[in-house]
C-alpha cells in the first residue's frame, strides 16, 4: 500500500563519536509514520485487568489447568481497519555509496517487555547495539516500537492491540520500505533542511526477537513473497515453547506498577513487576553485566491482554509462499522459549518438512553464553555476528 502518509514529527540525528573508536558513525532518521492496516482480529472471552488483583488473577485464568485454550475463547471475529501511528528509526550506514549491503533493508522487531531499544541499547552500545552492529555490517536497518509501546499508538488492549493486526503493520512497514515510500517519508522531513539520503532498498531481510519473532514468521506465512530473508531470535516452534507458561512473568497492572510512565495506558496494559521477574525471563546469571540488568528494567515496556490471548493466532502456519534463507538464532539458556536449555529442544526437520518447506537454507544457531535477551548478554556481538555471517552465506 503506497497511501502511507508521514506524521509530522520528523527529526535527523546524526551521532558520531570520536571517544569510542569502535563505535560506528551513524546516520538514524526518526520518524512518525501513519500505518493504514486491516486485520482480522478476534474477540476474546478473557477477564479485564485495571488493577493488580486483576492482573494476578488474569494468571489464574489462563495457567490454570482446566483453562479454556485461547482458542475456544474466541466469542466472535473482529475486523480492524484503522490508521496507526507507529515510530520508527531508519539507520543507513555512513558514506554507503562505498557499501554493498546498504541497499538490504533489515526490519527488526522488538519482542515483549521492550520498545525498540531492544535493538539499539543506549548502554555500551558497541557492546550492545544490534543496529550499531549491523551499520558496521554495512546494513541498513529499521527499528520501530510495535503497536502499544513505546512512542507508538496504544489503542484499546483487549479487541485492538492484538496479533493479527501486529503482522498487518510489520506487513505494511516491508511494502512501504520495498515501493521507495521510506525516501518520500524521509524527504517530507520538516524540522531539518539536512537532507537524508535513502538508499532505494532491494532486498528487504525480517528480525524479531521473541513476539516480534512470532510476527516475522507470521508475515512469511501470509506474505512470504514480499520478505528475501529472515531471522527469528529467542523464538522456535516444535519444541518446549510454550512450557514456562504467563505465570513466569511476574506481571502487574502498569497503570498500578509504574504510573509515572504507565498510568494514561489505562486498561489490559501488563509490565514486568520487579527487576527480578525481568531477570527471570530474559537473562542468565554469569553470562551478563548486572548493570545491563538493571538498564532493561528502567527501560520495560508494555504488554496487552489482547496480545496474550492471541499469541498463537499468526503462528504454525505454513508459509508456502517463502523460497528465502530463514534463520532461528537462540540463547543456550533460554528460559521463556526452551525451558532454560535450547541444545536439543526442538525438531528441525519437522519445522522444515510441515511449515517453511519451501524455504532456503532453514538453520538455527545456538549462542553460548545467552539468556532470552539476546542483545543484553555479555556475548551480543557474538550473537550479531553469527546473524551476519549466516545471510553473508546467504548472498545477503
Ligand atoms: C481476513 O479474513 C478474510 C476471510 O477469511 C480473508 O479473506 C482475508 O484475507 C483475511 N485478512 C487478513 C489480513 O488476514
Ligand atoms: C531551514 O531553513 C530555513 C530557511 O533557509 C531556516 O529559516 C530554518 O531556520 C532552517 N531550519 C533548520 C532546522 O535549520
Ligand atoms: C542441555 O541439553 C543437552 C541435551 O540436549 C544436555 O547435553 C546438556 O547437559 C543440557 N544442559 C543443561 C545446562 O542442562
Ligand atoms: C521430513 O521429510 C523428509 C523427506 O521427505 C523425511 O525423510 C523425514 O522423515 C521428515 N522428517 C520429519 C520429522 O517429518
Ligand atoms: C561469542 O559468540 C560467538 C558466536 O556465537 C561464539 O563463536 C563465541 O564462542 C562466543 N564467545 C564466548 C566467550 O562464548
Request: proline share 2%; net charge negative; charged share 25%.
Given at each position: 500500500m503506497a497511501s502511507l502518509l508521514l506524521g509530522a514529527v520528523i527529526s535527523i540525528l546524526s551521532k558520531s563519536s570520536n571517544?569510542?573508536?569502535?563505535h560506528v558513525h551513524r546516520s538514524c532518521i526518526d520518524l512518525d509514520l501513519s500505518v493504514p492496516v486491516t486485520a482480522n482480529n478476534s474477540i476474546y472471552d478473557v477477564p479485564r485487568v485495571d488493577n493488580n488483583i486483576d492482573a494476578v488473577d488474569l494468571i489464574w485464568d489462563l495457567d490454570r489447568w482446566t483453562a479454556p485454550a485461547t482458542a475456544d475463547r474466541i466469542t466472535a471475529m473482529k475486523t480492524v481497519q484503522q490508521t496507526f501511528t507507529i515510530s520508527v528509526q531508519l539507520c543507513v550506514p555512513d558514506d554507503?555509496?562505498?557499501?554493498?549491503?546498504?541497499?538490504i533493508l533489515q526490519i527488526a522487531t522488538h519482542g515483549f517487555g521492550f520498545d525498540k531499544r531492544y535493538w539499539d541499547s543506549e548502554l555500551r552500545p558497541e557492546d550492545y547495539s544490534y543496529v550499531t552492529a549491523a551499520l558496521k555490517a554495512g546494513y541498513s536497518i529499521l527499528t520501530y516500537d510495535r503497536l502499544g509501546v513505546g512512542n507508538s499508538d496504544k489503542p484499546d488492549a483487549y479487541e485492538i492491540a492484538q496479533t493479527p493486526v501486529e503482522r498487518e503493520i510489520l506487513k505494511e512497514l516491508t511494502v512501504l520500505a520495498r515501493s521507495g515510500g521510506l525516501t518520500a517519508a524521509a524527504a517530507s522531513s520538516t524540522r531539518s533542511n539536512k537532507t537524508f539520503e535513502v538508499p532505494d532498498f532491494n532486498k528487504i531481510v525480517l528480525v524479531g526477537h521473541s513476539l516480534g519473532s512470532r510476527l516475522t514468521l507470521g508475515v512469511l506465512s501470509?506474505?512470504?513473497?514480499?520478505?528475501?530473508g529472515a531471522v527469528a531470535t529467542g523464538l522456535i516452534l516444535n519444541g518446549r515453547f510454550g512450557a514456562v507458561g504467563q505465570r513466569a512473568f511476574g506481571l502487574e497492572y502498569a497503570g498500578d506498577s509504574e504510573p509515572r510512565r504507565f498510568r494514561e495506558r489505562g486498561s489490559g496494559y501488563l509490565v514486568q513487576g520487579t527487576e527480578s521477574s525481568v531477570q527471570q525471563i530474559f537473562f542468565k546469571k554469569g553470562y551478563f553485566d548486572p548493570e545491563m540488568l538493571k538498564y532493561a528494567e528502567k527501560i520495560k515496556e508494555t504488554g496487552t491482554v489482547g496480545e496474550f490471548v492471541s499469541l498463537d493466532a499468526v503462528l504454525e502456519q505454513p508459509a508456502p509462499g517463502y523460497s528465502g534463507p530463514l534463520l532461528f538464532a537462540l540463547g543456550e539458556?533460554?528460559?521463556?522459549?526452551?525451558?532454560?536449555?535450547?541444545?536439543?529442544?526442538?525438531d528441525l526437520e519437522a519445522l522444515k518438512n510441515e511449515?517453511?518447506?519451501?524455504?532456503?537454507?532453514?538453520r538455527v544457531h545456538i549462542q553460548p553464553g545467552?539468556?532470552?535477551a539476546l542483545t543484553m548478554h555479555s556475548n551480543a556481538t557474538g550473537h550479531f555476528e553469527a546473524i551476519f555471517e549466516y545471510l553473508g552465506e546467504n548472498g545477503l
Open positions: 571517544a569510542a573508536p569502535s554507503y555509496d562505498d557499501s554493498e549491503k546498504a541497499n501470509e506474505y512470504g513473497d514480499i520478505v528475501d539458556y533460554d528460559f521463556a522459549v526452551c525451558e532454560g536449555n535450547c541444545t536439543g529442544s526442538y511449515t517453511f518447506f519451501n524455504a532456503a537454507d532453514v545467552s539468556g532470552h
